[in-house]
């Protein structure tokens, strides 16, 4: 069979331990028999950071702006144990938060729902696509302690003198005080970014907040979205609905999902672990980064599984869940097929996405889904195992 070929390539970005391993076996054994995959290829594995001072990370974001759509492999984050167990020369930054710099963009946690796996929440028949803001309120604060009685204020001093200052409390005994800031323009990237997403995925969008107590900070949160809605997206199809934040929770519980919530900072950092174990396994949710301007790069929401790697290191075969993994590439397969133009490459990340799901929903599994599906599993399967299980699975399905 010819392999289906690629107009322009995906920005393909290697990463650490387990979830490395698995990596090239995805590739080996999913994609590189149907796909005659172009690639640009960004090794972000922890030593190559630290040899090139960290300058991959910048080179791999700023391809990823070029080409549009991005494949990530998970990355160890440094830190002073990992500098000790690599010979690392420095600390660098999360990849993942320099990429999100660079691109100014928005990360969506969607989980990967199969039938024998049932979400805690009986409701729930789809997916809910949880969008986090990624910039500024308690994540850029500045705080205080008050050691005794006195008066604290928020000053404002604009570059040209002016001045706005408003009292916060006479506070009468020793307590705490903090401050928190957003910029419009991020606010409106963020609805931008929430915006598209719905589109693309012809899901509604919930925002949420809380702007009866909340009037000017929330407020202008809901303002920017509804502004956003009116110019740019009331003809998209997108069904745009704010809500106070908690009336959404509670109506969202009861709901069947297939949605699209927007959070602000803190309430998607919540909300979006709260989603992920809801939904089952933290290695069936995928997490894609939006850009603004409509650049996405796809990932796994889970990390390297340091684990399971020293395990693999002393020789067992694991079985480790590659499925969020497969799905990082089917989205970027798909995006860039959606681009280009290629029914083809589109059709076949599709095979790719149902084979797995078919795979697991006939008893074929990882153990961390062994352990809490419903229907009958023989024995959990190795990473191994799975991958040819749904190799298997896919040549038989007419590609
Ligand atoms: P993790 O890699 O997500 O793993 C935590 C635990 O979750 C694992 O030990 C495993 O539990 C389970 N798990 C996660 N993914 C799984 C999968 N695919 N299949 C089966 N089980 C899975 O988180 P971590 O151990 O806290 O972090 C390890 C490294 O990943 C750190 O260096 C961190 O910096 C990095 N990290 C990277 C990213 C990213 O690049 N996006 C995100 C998060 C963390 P059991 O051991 O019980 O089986
Ligand atoms: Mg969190």
């Known amino acids: 069979m010819a392999k289906i070929a690629m107009k322009d390539p995906v920005v393909e970005i290697d990463g650490d331990e387990m979830t490395r391993v698995l990596w090239a076996l995805v590739k080996e054994k999913l994609i590189f028999p149907f796909v005659d995959l172009k690639s640009e290829y960004y090794d972000l594995s922890i030593l ?15 391809a990823i702006l070029r080409f549009g759509v991005g494949v990530k492999c998970a990355t160890i984050t440094s830190n002073a144990a990992r500098k000790e167990e690599y010979g690392l020369n420095a600390l660098y930054p999360s990849p993942n938060a320099t990429i999100r710099s660079i691109l100014d963009g928005t990360v969506f946690r969607k989980p990967i729902t199969v039938s024998c796996v049932q979400p805690t929440i009986r409701t729930w028949k789809k997916p809910i696509i949880i969008a986090r803001h990624a910039y500024g309120d308690i994540y850029k604060n500045a705080e205080m302690l008050i050691p005794e009685a006195g008066k604290v204020e928020l000053v404002w001093t604009g570059s040209n003198g002016a001045e706005k200052r408003i009292l916060v409390a006479d506070m009468k005994k020793p307590g705490i005080v903090q401050g928190i800031h957003n910029l419009d323009e991020s606010i409106r990237n963020f609805a931008r970014c929430c915006f598209r997403l ?33 110019t740019e997206y009331k003809d ?16 969202i519980v009861k709901s069947e999902g297939a949605l699209v919530w927007a959070c602000k900072n803190y309430d998607g950092d ?10 089952g396994s933290l290695a069936m949710m995928t997490s894609v980064l939006v850009s603004p301007s409509g650049v996405y790069e796809y990932e796994a929401a889970h ?4 684990k399971h790697y020293y395990r693999w290191q002393r020789g067992e075969k694991t079985s480790t869940n590659p499925v969020a993994l497969i799905f990082a590439w089917t ?10 133009h290629s029914p083809d490459l589109f059709d076949f990340a599709k095979k790719l996405e149902e084979t797995t799901l078919r795979t697991i929903e006939s008893g074929n599994m990882t153990a961390d889904l062994a352990a809490i599906a419903t229907c009958p599993v023989e024995r959990p399967l190795n990473s191994w195992e799975f991958i040819d299980e749904i190799a298997k699975n896919l040549d038989s399905v007419s590609l």
């Open 236 to 251: 998209s199809g997108v069904l745009y609905t704010y809500s106070l934040i908690d009336d959404a929770l509670a109506r």
């Open 48 to 62: 190559n950071r630290d040899k090139t001072d960290d300058k991959i990370t910048l080179e791999c974001a700023d």
């Open 198 to 230: 719905a589109r693309d995925e012809k899901l509604p969008l919930w925002f949420a907040a809380k702007d009866t107590i909340s009037k000017t900070y929330d407020g202008r949160f809901k303002e920017i979205f509804q502004a956003v809605y009116d």
């Open 270 to 279: 919540i909300l979006s672990d709260m989603i992920a174990s809801a939904s």
């Open 303 to 306: 990390g390297t599984v340091q």
């Open 331 to 340: 989205g970027a397969l798909a995006k860039r097929a959606e681009i280009d």
